[in-house]
Every structure is written in C-alpha cells, then in structure tokens.
C-alpha cells in the first residue's frame, strides 16, 4: 500500500514556473515506477510525465516536452515536477501516480491511467494569461 501527498500547486503568471512535489509513504518506494497526470475541467485525465524507479528513464507528453522535468529522490520517498514556462493551457488539477514495477513500453500504455495502481488527491495548478 502507497499513499501518495501532492503539494506545490498554486497560481501562477504566464512564463513562470512552479514545482510540485509528491511525497509518498511506506517503505517500498523504490520499487514504484511514478508518474504525473493532470486533468482539466472537462476533460480527460492525461499523461504528463513519467519515470523509472531508479530516475533512470523518463518520458513527458509532447505538450510539456522541454518545459518540464520529473525527478525523484528515493532517499526521500518524493517526485517531483519542475514546470517552467507555463501556459494558461497546463491550468489543471495535477495527480501523482505510482505504479508497482516497470513503467511499460510505449506511449500508449506509459499514458494509461489505469496501468497505475495509487494515486494522489491532487493540486491545482492555475496559469494566468
């Protein structure tokens, strides 16, 4: 059992930054593959960023491609996301992720909310024009 804590979320200006955090209980951290999501209102939840249990690999959307940055320290049971030169479009609640094992192969299914197992409550992240 994971439980997972965002924080960070806030308001923010067009072209600034903000960078959230997920911390996450328990003992077996390093055995979890984590991941973002984010969901605006009326839509669908989606795939922003991922990574490795070790931080070893990563993938992003290719809307956030350049601009953000996942990270992990596994000494400290947290990820992280650095968002730079945000959008009014990235304005969303944003959602930790962790999935037991290996992130699996390919984009699809990398980006499958289902394919994870514990999630957090969420932060909202709001970019003013």
């Known amino acids: 059992q994971v439980q997972l804590v965002e924080s960070g979320g806030g308001l923010v200006q067009a072209g600034g930054s903000l960078r959230l955090s997920c911390a996450a209980s328990?003992?077996?951290?390093?055995?979890?593959?984590m991941a973002w999501f984010r969901q605006a209102p009326g839509k669908e939840r989606e795939f922003v960023a991922a990574?490795?249990?070790?931080?070893?690999?990563?993938y992003y959307a290719e809307s956030v491609k350049g601009r953000f940055t996942i990270s992990r320290d596994n000494a400290k049971n947290t990820v992280y996301l650095q968002m730079n030169s945000l959008k009014p479009e990235d304005t969303a609640v944003y959602y930790c992720?962790?999935?037991?094992?290996?992130?699996?192969?390919?984009?699809?299914?990398?980006?499958?909310?289902?394919?994870?197992?514990?999630w957090g409550q969420g932060t909202q992240v709001t970019v003013s024009s």
């Open positions: 328990g003992r077996t951290f390093i055995k979890y593959a």
């Open positions: 990574i490795s249990w070790n931080g070893g690999s990563t």
């Open positions: 992720a962790a999935r037991a094992g290996a992130l699996l192969p390919g984009a699809v299914l990398r980006g499958r909310p289902t394919e994870y197992n514990y």
